[in-house]
């Protein structure tokens, strides 16, 4: 069994900072691309960024210059540095991960369970 758990969410003022990480644990499986999404209250899941195991970074257009994402491959983990943060910003954060296990020639979508940033004006 995969599991993602995510950590770093928390209340932080307008103008601050707060990393998120998240980690995969399991056995036997290989991970492509990692990915944050954010659901604010009352509104869909949308994407934030995603990183491809070897490829170019993207973003959505309201975090491009304040947010980034990076992984470490050798611990199976991605991160999500917010600079800059906007009361907007508050969400439920969700780390996803594309993985295929050893055991599979599919790749499927793994999703942590979600970590509340809030951000007070």
């Known amino acids: 069994q995969v599991q993602l758990v995510e950590s770093g969410g928390g209340l932080v003022q307008a103008g601050g900072s707060l990393r998120l990480s998240c980690a995969a644990s399991?056995?036997?499986?290989?991970?492509?691309?990692m990915g944050w999404y954010h659901q604010a209250p009352g509104k869909q899941r949308e994407l934030v960024a995603v990183?491809?195991?070897?490829?170019?970074?993207s973003y959505a257009d309201s975090v491009k210059g304040r947010f980034t994402i990076s992984r470490d491959n050798a611990k199976n983990t991605v991160y999500l540095q917010r600079n800059s943060l906007k009361p907007e910003d508050t969400a439920v954060y969700y780390c996803?991960?594309?993985?295929?296990?050893?055991?599979?020639?599919?790749?499927?979508?793994?999703w942590g369970q979600g970590t509340q940033v809030t951000v007070s004006s």
């Open positions: 996803n991960a594309r993985i295929r296990r050893a055991s599979s020639i599919f790749e499927y979508d793994y």
């Open positions: 990183i491809p195991s070897g490829g170019s970074t």
């Open positions: 399991g056995s036997s499986f290989s991970i492509n691309t």
